[in-house]
């Protein structure tokens, strides 16, 4: 750790160590507070927004931020959507085909909306149309990465001179609402309509009380981390093909789709190193993608410096608050009822509004904080990830591109 030009830098290991930190702290918290866990905010929610006060309180009292090295954050990220995809069952895609056609038609046209929202507030605030863009797709449901990406080009050619400033905060606050909104209305709706899981599965993320009682074996657990590397090379080695042939992927989405591959496409009886079947949906693999995207969201939310949003707060609550508003409206009378008004339904709700104004480990978070508390959803963690990690950017290049020609 060092200090320089006043930012306090903080190394890769002192990240993820502060990130656990930090993860435990939302766990004491939420068990200690009981309207945290009614409404299923995630853990590491509760603690990285915790954490980021804190640090952006520092900054008022000392003058010195606080940046992380946030490399290995992003490690995580792939260990958590490999595990999605070891869970992953050709009987569920199949069975997830129709909503995820359905959710898919759904988030595009959501999107076409969003950027329309934040194109109207802005105009009430006498900004131009690009403003509201940024305020929409750009970087609620393009997150940080998008805006930092098309910032630049917001800057050069349409004159928005503090592009990347609107854009980094509206994706930050849009991150802390989409974390905090999908279990809250999960629960309404599952509380409304009474709903319930088909039947009772272990969660794909997290583990329950019972077996957290029982105990895991190390060797399940070193099994478990075994098949998520082998899942990652198979992961990374795809990628580069795809590059090779011009179409570039996060790794984390070709992980994912590595792990649907290798667990539905060997047989499970196939001798193993291990002398173990191949460790889909086991307490251990739920365990380690319960950890890793607790960690990844601790340390992306903790990460957030408050302080260099406070001068674009006033215009970009607005865009929010509508956005917030538009979000809540389509997943009440539109996502719940199209996905089938079942159990299902409200679980992907969750997920929808996670991703709708967040990202994509968001809407995991809040699905798994739902699953957890009321039951497994096995379809929910195939068709969300496909949307939101997938298809929503190719989606979101084009619409951009032709909002920027058109508006």
């Known amino acids: 750790m060092n200090i320089e030009n006043g930012i306090l830098q903080i190394e890769p290991f002192m990240t993820v160590t502060i990130g656990i930190v930090v993860l435990f702290v939302g766990k004491r918290l939420n068990n200690a507070i009981p309207a945290l866990r009614e409404f299923s905010i995630p853990e590491p929610v509760t603690g990285g927004i915790l954490f980021s006060v804190l640090f952006a309180l520092i900054y008022l009292i000392t003058g010195v931020g606080v940046e992380f090295e946030l490399t290995a954050r992003d490690v995580l990220l ?129 583990v329950t009380k019972e077996q957290g009682k029982v105990g895991i074996g190390h060797l399940d657990f070193l099994d478990a981390v075994l098949a998520i590397h082998i899942c990652i090379i198979v992961g990374l080695l795809l990628n580069q093909g795809l590059a090779e042939l011009g179409l570039k992927l996060p790794d984390f989405v070709t992980c994912l789709f590595a792990g649907i591959l290798i667990t539905n496409l060997i047989p499970k009886n196939f001798p193993r190193l291990t002398g173990t079947a191949w460790p889909s949906r086991t307490p251990a693999m739920a365990l380690l993608a319960d950890i890793s995207l607790g960690t990844f969201l601790a340390m992306s939310l903790m990460s957030m410096q408050l302080w260099t949003l406070a001068d674009l707060a006033g215009p970009i609550f607005a865009i929010l608050a509508a956005q917030v508003a538009v979000a809540v409206l389509v997943i009440l009378f539109v996502v719940f009822p199209a996905m089938g008004r079942d159990y299902n339904a409200a679980v992907v709700s969750a997920g929808f509004a996670g991703y709708s104004m967040g990202a994509t480990p968001t809407a995991m978070a809040n699905m798994s904080a739902v699953t957890q508390r009321y039951g497994a959803s096995h379809m929910a963690f195939i068709i969300v990830p496909l949307v939101g990690a997938f298809f929503i950017d190719l989606v979101n290049a084009v619409m951009i591109q032709f909002f920027l020609q058109n508006f």
């Open 78 to 206: 792939i260990y958590f959507f490999t595990t999605i995809g070891i869970n992953a069952s050709f009987k569920d895609l199949l069975s997830g085909g129709k909503p995820l056609v359905i959710l898919l038609a759904i988030t595009i046209a959501y999107m076409f909306l969003q950027n329309l929202t934040g194109i109207t507030v802005a105009g009430l605030f006498d900004q131009p149309s690009t403003v509201g863009m940024i305020g929409g797709t750009v970087s609620l449901i393009g997150g940080h990465g998008t805006a930092i990406a098309w910032a630049p080009r917001f800057a050069e050619e349409y004159g928005v001179a503090n592009a990347m400033e609107i854009g980094i905060a509206s994706a930050t606050f849009g991150l802390i609402l989409a974390s905090s909104m999908g279990g809250p209305i999960a629960k309404f709706l599952i509380s409304r309509y009474k709903l319930q899981p088909e039947k009772i599965d272990p969660p794909d993320v997290g």
